[in-house]
Structures are given as C-alpha cells and as structure tokens.
C-alpha cells in the first residue's frame, strides 16, 4: 500500500491517515511507515484505540525496546516497556512522580551511553485544554548555522545531566530525583550527532546541558544558550495538540521536545511511553 500521509508543519512531522493499528501489519507497510519515521522525524496516527500489548508490540517493529532501567520507578507495575507520563495520584493518594516528565528541552535517555531511537507517546487521558508537546527539528538547527559556527561546535562534547528538570525547585532532595541521578551519572554526547541512518547531521543538545567536556560552566553557557535558543526557534517546531487516542512517534536522534504544562494540573492527564533503543553513543564523564 502507499500510505496516506498529511504534513504537520513546515519543520517536522507527518500523520498516518488510514491505519489501524489494531489490523495485522505487513512487513512492506512497515516499512513505508518506516521511511516516513526516518524522513519526517515525527509520525502521528490518531484515532488509535489499542491495549497495552499492541503498543508494545506496535512499538517493537522498530527496534529492541528498552526496560527502562534508568528511570525505575516510572514504569508501569506489570509492563517494564511502559513508561508513565502521568499526574493521576498513586492508589496511595501520594503524587504521581512522574507529574513533571520532559518539562524542559530534551531528548530522550541522552543522560545514558545508549540514547533513544524513537519514542511512541500514547495518549490516554487529557484535561479540557492544552497539555501541548513541542517539537524541533535538528536537522534543520544544524543545516542553517554559519560554517563558523558549525567549524567551532564540530568536536564539542555537552555533557548531558539526568533529573535536571526546570520545575524541580520542589523536588530537589526528593528520593527519585537523587535515584535517577546515581542510576545515570552525567553522559557526554557529540554536540554534532551523525545520524546513524540518515547520515545527515544534527545537533544533539537541550537543557540538560550545563557544560561542554572540558569547559567550565561559565565558558559553556553562552555557547549552549545561544544553540539552545537557535534551535528551538519557532520556524523549526511542531506542536502537538493531543487527542485522546493519538499515538506519536519521534526520533530522538534529530529532534528535541518539551512538555509544556500549559494545563490546570488538578485535572488529569496520562500519557504511556515505550522507548526504542538505539545505538551507543557518548561516554561517562569522570568529573561530570
Ligand atoms: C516523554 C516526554 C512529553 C509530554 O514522554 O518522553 O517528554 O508532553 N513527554 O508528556
Ligand atoms: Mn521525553
């Protein structure tokens, strides 16, 4: 078959207009849905009223998914492969601890020396209004620095820190952050990712982080806010609205994304993550 694909914006991303997930899947529409993931970035399929199981198994035609052994304490109780991205209260009536999920520019597991290929988000429950996603296209942030600019950063390592979210204020001391952090200690990544299928290159930063390897803080800043801000300017993003049943897909090795939290947080809202493995990259940083 040849899929039906809209755009989503100009940057990035694209919908899958006439699959059902819940029908057997041929290997040739899987790998169409395959290409479309490599060139869009980001895939949408709405509409996706699937179990647990056929979002794993969905999610596994991808590649090898990951246990979430960094992230412990967020997966769900029987499915390691799932992640929650949720602020529903714990039967215990204690807060979810997984509330403030992705809250700042990332993109996923770069805290580890095994990133992220791809990320499939399935949307459960959302409260009335907002509890938007953005997206940016890396591609596109590389593509358009200067030679100068791309010469300088070309051998630069960032070194990207776990728990590192801007809303944390509350939270620093708190039992998961300090877990998440000696679980993961701090990774550095090539500021310049080659694409391992594509090729193209792509800048691999976001706000978890601080310092380049080898730099101070305070010589790094000015170079990591000014990529940082680059990158994420609004001609390179998508937004996602969410419905409930949307299930998006993303390549965590040329995009960055951000929960926004524009919602009113007594209302609920539970998204289900399973998180596809990628390729090594980086290495541990002896004084991170
Ligand atoms: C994630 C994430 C963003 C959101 O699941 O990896 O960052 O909007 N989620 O929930
Ligand atoms: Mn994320």
New binding site residues.
């Given amino acids: 078959m040849t899929l039906k694909l809209r755009r989503l914006s100009n940057a990035l991303g694209a919908e899958v207009c006439d699959i059902d997930l819940t029908k057997p899947m041929s290997e040739s529409t899987f790998g169409e849905i395959y290409s479309a993931f490599l060139q869009h970035g980001i895939l949408l399929f709405r509409n996706q009223n699937i179990s647990r199981e056929q979002h794993i198994e969905f999610s596994s035609r991808f590649g090898e998914l990951d246990k979430h052994e960094s992230l412990p304490r967020d997966r769900h109780p029987d499915y390691p492969e799932l ?1 929650m ?1 949720t602020n529903k209260p714990n039967p215990d009536g204690t807060p979810s601890e997984s509330r403030y ?2 809250r700042s520019w ?1 993109t ?1 597991f770069s805290y580890t020396t095994n990133p992220a290929l791809g ?1 499939l ?1 399935r949307c459960h429950q959302l409260p009335e209004v907002g509890g938007d ?1 953005l997206f940016a296209n890396m591609y596109m942030a590389y593509d358009t620095l200067s030679d100068g600019m791309k010469k300088l950063i070309a051998d630069l390592h960032g070194i990207h820190l776990s728990g590192t979210r801007k809303i944390n204020v509350a939270d620093k001391g708190n039992e998961r952050r300090t877990e998440v952090m000696k679980l993961n200690p701090p990774i550095a990544q090539p500021v310049v990712r080659v694409h391992p299928e594509t090729g193209r290159k792509a800048i691999y930063l976001g706000e978890k982080v601080k310092r380049f390897d080898g730099m101070t803080e305070e010589e790094s800043k000015p170079l990591i806010d000014y990529l940082n801000k680059h990158a994420t300017q609004p001609e390179f993003i998508y937004r996602q609205m969410w419905r409930e049943n949307d299930l998006l897909v993303w390549d965590n090795r040329c995009t960055l ?1 951000q ?1 926004l939290g524009d919602f009113d947080e007594t209302q609920i809202r539970h ?1 289900e ?1 399973t998180t596809v493995k990628g390729t090594p990259s980086g290495y541990v940083v002896a004084n991170g």
Wanted: glycine share 8%; charged share 15%.
């Fill in positions: 992640l991205v999920t992705g990332h996923d990320s988000l996603t994304h929960a998204l993550r």
